[in-house]
């Protein structure tokens, strides 16, 4: 509906651009956790980026106070559960979004804490929820020799015809009443290092072997307790990014995990692991949204202090349009992150090829944003005086993370493909 106003204003505008107006409980929210993360996650997480990964995952270390402090706010399931699903999808982006601003590092870690846990509620497993409780989750499913392999759903469109698929380099045997686990998980585990338990993706042996008949590998999805006989560390991962998140290898010898642990077995392994998948690659290009807001906010107020041919940055056409085509990005970038996320909760048959693409334009978008912000800070962006060189590396591993960008677009382009065969478009 058209409406007529007698006067030009400002827009209005909150902490998260031009948003839409946000219910009473849907801003304290916001506000809660935009303090949290101003004070708590952005100082501590500069902190640990410059603590060895060793340290960061020691005890004593910073990162576990701030897992403690956020347990503290009570922002879990039940509280998203309470709300109606669209505000539930607004509350949990706005987290989210906020916590990537605060540091994307610690935001995820947050997240892949209690994704073992989140997991267990969904099944009604009381079992399973105590086994979770008070525990540091993680998510395992990457192998050093299974990266983005991992992200194959269907096989034989995805896969060289006659080739067997990728086993990876963590089995499980399955028995009658337990499983043994074999091998070692990739480096790439967040929360691997201090994680107490795991929902973990194996290759599978049910007794006739890893393969299928086509070809494609067995699997077995389960929640394993990181304190069992035969589990070992590698060394936390040193990267440069993201170091406020411990990431490391975990071994398992003979691991003897009870079979009622188990979540999902072969006839269910890959549907599991399209659900799962859906459910958490929702989150990432709400935090990258939230990283690409903090460098746009440091370049805005930069502009507005440092001066160039007698006046200051922002007072040059050039920079604002600079700054102008940035929010652009942050707001587009939100735009389809939200998006996402509703899609992944709400629709009745959500893909994880859709939720990572827009993964891929958060992050690709994140990176554009903070490349500029970058330049508008000329050489002090350098110095590690000023943020905005973290938020660099930070942006840099995003590309990777949760998928390569250009493998999962390839991936969104093959979805394209099966959908033209159902008769879509056409």
């Known amino acids: 509906m058209l409406t007529l106003r007698h006067a030009t204003n400002l827009p209005s505008v909150g902490l998260s651009g031009f948003e ?29 980026d410059r603590m060895s990964a060793e340290q960061v995952a020691s005890p004593g270390s910073p990162f576990f106070e701030v897992l403690q402090s956020f347990a503290q706010l009570g922002f879990d399931t039940e509280v998203l559960s309470s709300l109606a699903p669209q505000s539930a999808c607004n509350v949990e982006s706005l987290l989210a979004e906020e916590m990537g601003w605060g540091d994307s590092g610690l935001a995820i870690a947050l997240a892949g804490a209690g994704f073992p846990g989140q997991v267990a509620a969904a099944l009604a497993n009381d079992e399973l929820i105590g086994l979770c409780a008070g525990r540091i989750g993680c998510w395992l499913i990457t192998h050093p020799d299974k990266g983005s392999d991992g992200t194959i759903l269907d096989f034989n469109r995805d896969w060289p015809a006659g080739e067997r698929g990728n086993r ?43 393969y299928n008949p086509d070809g494609s590998v067995r699997g077995v999805t389960a929640i394993i307790p990181l304190d069992l006989p035969g ?57 990258f949204t939230g990283v690409a807001r903090a460098a746009f906010e440091l370049a805005l107020a930069y502009c507005h202090e440092r001066k160039h041919g007698g006046r200051p ?114």
């Not at 967040?190 to 973990?200: Q, R």
């Not at 600079?322 to 970038?333: P, T």
């Not at 735009?335 to 893909?351: D, G, M, N, V, W």
């Open 20 to 48: 839409l107006p946000l219910s009473e409980e849907e801003s304290a929210i916001q506000s809660t956790v935009h303090r949290f993360s101003k004070d708590v996650l952005r100082p501590v997480g500069i902190i640990l």
């Open 168 to 210: 990876g380099n963590v089995w499980a045997s399955v028995k009658a009443d337990e499983l043994v686990i074999n091998g070692q998980s990739s480096a790439w585990v967040s929360n691997g290092p201090v994680a107490g338990v795991a929902l973990a993706y194996l290759t599978a042996d049910y007794g006739e072997g890893v």
């Open 231 to 287: 589990v070992s560390r590698g060394r936390p991962l040193d990267k440069i990014g993201q170091r406020s998140l411990p990431q490391g290898e975990i071994f398992f010898d003979n691991v003897r995990v009870p079979r009622r642990f188990v979540i999902a077995e072969q006839d269910e392994y890959a549907g599991n692991l399209a659900s799962i998948w859906s459910y958490a690659g929702a989150h990432m290009a709400q935090v």
């Open 313 to 426: 940055l922002i007072e040059h056409q050039l920079t604002r349009y600079r700054i102008g085509d940035m929010l652009r990005r942050v707001e587009m970038a939100r735009a389809i992150a939200r998006r996402s996320l509703t899609y992944a909760r709400l629709s009745p048959q959500s893909h994880p090829y859709v939720i990572a693409s827009a993964k891929v334009s958060a992050t690709e978008e994140a990176m554009t944003v903070v490349n500029e912000a970058f330049q508008l800070f000329g050489g002090a962006a350098t110095s590690r005086e000023y943020p905005i060189e973290k938020l660099f590396r930070d942006t840099r591993s995003s590309l990777i993370e949760d998928g390569e960008n250009r493998v999962l677009t390839m991936r969104l382009g093959l979805l394209c493909q099966q959908l033209y065969a159902e008769g879509w478009t056409q």
